[in-house]
C-alpha cells in the first residue's frame, strides 16, 4: 500500500508545475527531457499569463464596486412601558394606559409581596423543620434549623406590622 501510495505521489508532483519547476532547477531537464528554456516558454509563461488575466479581471470587477450611503431616519413609535395586559382584563388599547399610576404600581407591588410572603413563610417553616428532624445527624443542624424557623418568623411579623402601619396611614388620611 505504502508503495502504491508513494508512487501516486511523486507521479501527482512530477506533472505539477512545482514538481516541473523543482526538476529544471535540480537537474536542468523536465522529466519529460525537455530543457529549461521550453520549461520557461510553455508551463510558466503560460501560467503567468493566466494569472495577469485573472488580476486583470480582478481590477475591472473591482472598478464597478462603489461605496454604499445608508442613511437613517428617525419616526416616533408609540410604546407601552408597562403592558396594560398586567392590570386589566382586557386590553383597551391607549386609554388603559392612563389608568397606570405610581399609586397603582405601587399596589399590585405590594398585592405581589403579600400573595407570596405566606409561600415563603411556610418553605422557610418547613426548611426549618427538616433541619430539626436532621439535627441527631449533625448537631450543627440545629441550629440551623432555628435559624430559619426564627427568621421565617421574624420576617412574617415585619410585613405584617408594615402592612398594618400602611393600613393606618390609609385610614387617617385617606386612601388614594
Known amino acids: 500500500r505504502t508503495n502504491y501510495k508513494n508512487l501516486y505521489m511523486v507521479a501527482n508532483m512530477e506533472n505539477s508545475t512545482c514538481g516541473l519547476l523543482l526538476s529544471v532547477i535540480i537537474t536542468g531537464r523536465t522529466p519529460g527531457g525537455r530543457d529549461s528554456q521550453y520549461f520557461r516558454n510553455n508551463v510558466l509563461n503560460q501560467q503567468m499569463e493566466n494569472v495577469e488575466n485573472t488580476i486583470n479581471k480582478l481590477k475591472e470587477i473591482s472598478s464597478k464596486l462603489f461605496i454604499a ?68 445527624i ?15 418568623i421574624i420576617g412574617y411579623f415585619v410585613l405584617l406590622v408594615i402592612s398594618a402601619i400602611f393600613s393606618a396611614l390609609k385610614m387617617i388620611f385617606g386612601a388614594p
Open 138 to 152: 449533625k448537631i450543627e443542624y440545629l441550629s440551623t434549623g432555628s435559624e430559619y424557623i426564627k427568621w421565617a
Open 69 to 136: 450611503a445608508i442613511e437613517v431616519q428617525p419616526h416616533t413609535v408609540p410604546l407601552a412601558v408597562i403592558p396594560p395586559v398586567v392590570w386589566e382584563d382586557e386590553h383597551q388599547g391607549v386609554e388603559s394606559l392612563a389608568k397606570i399610576t405610581p399609586e397603582r404600581i405601587f399596589e399590585e407591588i405590594k398585592n405581589f409581596i403579600f400573595d407570596l410572603a405566606p409561600i415563603i413563610f411556610i418553605l422557610l417553616l418547613v426548611i426549618g423543620a427538616i433541619f430539626y428532624i436532621l439535627s441527631p
